[in-house]
């Protein structure tokens, strides 16, 4: 039996969603490279796109919501002009996404406390930081129900913990 071969690169040109977020790592590098505008630009472009995701979500709450509220917050933020050389971040963490399908902000909101119930420990934070996307876990496909193609869920972000890791806890906390 062969075990099938791990993608390491997680290009989706059949979501609008993957278009979206290259289209706005794009407007990050121009904004960097000198030409503010795209700063601008990418800010409106995750607007829309948070409102696109919001009328198919119905639910602020939803976790592809609550993604895009954060990174439209952090563009916002990095506009500032005195925090403009922030935007290396998004640029970065945006073009790791649409490539490798690694989305830091994705990692960090899966931390909040209502959107696990697992506890923190330091195997959670090497699981959430340090695992590889589970690129299987999110078909390629054009159904634009997440983030580039659902790269940007829990699941496909965080290796979920091992079922005897928290053996033997007795209750003594």
């Given amino acids: 039996m062969q075990?099938?071969?791990?993608?390491?690169?997680?290009?989706?040109?059949?979501?609008?969603?993957?278009?979206?977020?290259?289209?706005?790592?794009?407007?990050?590098?121009?904004?960097?490279?000198?030409?503010?505008?795209?700063?601008?630009?990418?800010?409106?472009?995750?607007?829309?796109?948070?409102?696109?995701?919001?009328?198919?979500?119905?639910?602020?709450?939803a976790f592809p919501v609550q993604l895009r509220v954060a990174y439209l917050g952090l563009?916002?933020?990095?506009?500032?002009?005195?925090?403009?050389w922030l935007y290396w971040l998004p640029a970065v963490g945006t073009?790791?996404?649409?490539?490798?399908?690694?989305?830091?902000?994705?990692?960090?909101?899966s931390l909040l406390p209502w959107n696990s119930s697992e506890s923190y420990s330091l195997n959670r934070l090497r699981r959430t930081f340090f695992s590889s996307p589970d690129l299987s876990r999110v078909p390629v496909s054009s159904s634009g129900t997440g983030c580039a193609g659902g790269m940007c869920t829990i699941e496909a972000q965080v290796i979920p913990p091992e079922p005897h890791t928290e053996q033997g806890s007795g209750g003594n906390g």
């Fill in 3 to 61: 075990v099938p071969q791990a993608r390491i690169f997680y290009l989706n040109p059949s979501d609008w969603t993957w278009w979206v977020w290259l289209a706005t790592a794009i407007l990050l590098t121009i904004g960097l490279l000198g030409v503010p505008i795209g700063f601008l630009v990418a800010i409106i472009l995750t607007l829309v796109q948070t409102v696109v995701i919001l009328s198919k979500e119905r639910n602020v709450g």
């Fill in 75 to 84: 563009l916002i933020v990095c506009y500032l002009p005195a925090m403009r």
């Fill in 95 to 109: 073009f790791a996404l649409v490539i490798f399908g690694y989305c830091l902000m994705a990692r960090c909101l």
